[in-house]
């Protein structure tokens, strides 16, 4: 499977600011995913980040306040902009893990997060 | 949207004793996987199960899809310290395309008292 480098892997930050948060894949994938979770929570998918197009938000999330870059098959960054408390949690990225042909794909593997507390 | 509703969200046991979470989704999945959270970790992928009423063992854990592909269950026998953790199912909407998004339950923490 791949492995996945994520940095910062916490920070506090002044709300008001924004954070960047990377993520390097060892491999060329097609497509990234940002989650959120909560403290105690699950994941919630903020948006899917495909190489060469705009990414793909879910419900709830809009591109102004999370920013995603995709440059290259291999890295993709976050940001969480204009930030206030409420933007406190852990933010993971991940990929799918590669199938073969004709049989589904496997999970996904995560990097390991980014815990973001906002004051 | 689709749903994929968890249940217990907490379960405290001995050690030894077994453990069972269960997951179940508005609608029917092409698949359905499972991850495992250490206290302070990320999310580590543990199995994808993809046929209607598929069992699957990996030593001590035990998984399930249901014959509707709607529902699933992880078994883990007699419980260790080191099965201690957020159990996460994470289903597949079927029919979606082969990136379909994966919608996670709301996972099962699971605390083993030596």
């Known amino acids: 499977s791949a492995v996945i480098s994520q940095k910062p892997s916490r920070d506090i930050c002044q709300r008001g600011t924004s954070l960047t948060i990377q993520c390097q894949v060892d491999?060329?994938?097609?497509?990234m995913f940002w989650y959120r979770q909560q403290p105690g929570q699950s994941l919630t998918l903020i948006a899917t980040a495909n190489q060469g197009s705009e990414a793909t938000y879910e419900s709830g999330f809009v591109i102004d306040k999370f920013p995603i870059s995709r440059p290259n098959l291999t890295f993709s960054t976050l940001t969480v902009s204009n930030m206030s408390p409420e933007d406190s949690s852990i933010y993971l990225c991940?990929?799918?893990?590669?199938?073969?042909?004709?049989?589904?794909?496997?999970?996904?593997?995560f990097g390991s997060g980014t815990r973001l507390t906002v004051v | 949207g689709q749903q994929v509703m968890q249940i217990p969200q907490y379960q405290h046991v001995q050690e030894g004793e077994d453990f069972t979470t269960y997951c179940n989704s508005s609608t029917t999945l092409s698949n359905i996987q499972w991850y495992k959270q250490r206290p302070g970790g990320h999310p580590v992928f543990l199995i994808q199960l993809v046929k209607s009423g598929e069992v699957k063992k990996q030593k001590r854990l035990t998984f399930q899809f249901g014959e509707a592909k709607k529902n699933s269950s992880l078994h883990i026998t007699a419980t260790q310290t080191t099965d201690v953790g957020t159990y996460f199912c994470a289903g597949r909407r079927a029919g979606g395309t082969s990136y379909g998004k994966l919608t996670f339950g709301q996972g099962t923490i699971l605390t083993v008292h030596p």
């Open positions: 491999s060329q994938v097609t497509m």
């Open positions: 991940s990929v799918e893990g590669p199938g073969t042909v004709g049989s589904a794909r496997s999970g996904y593997t």
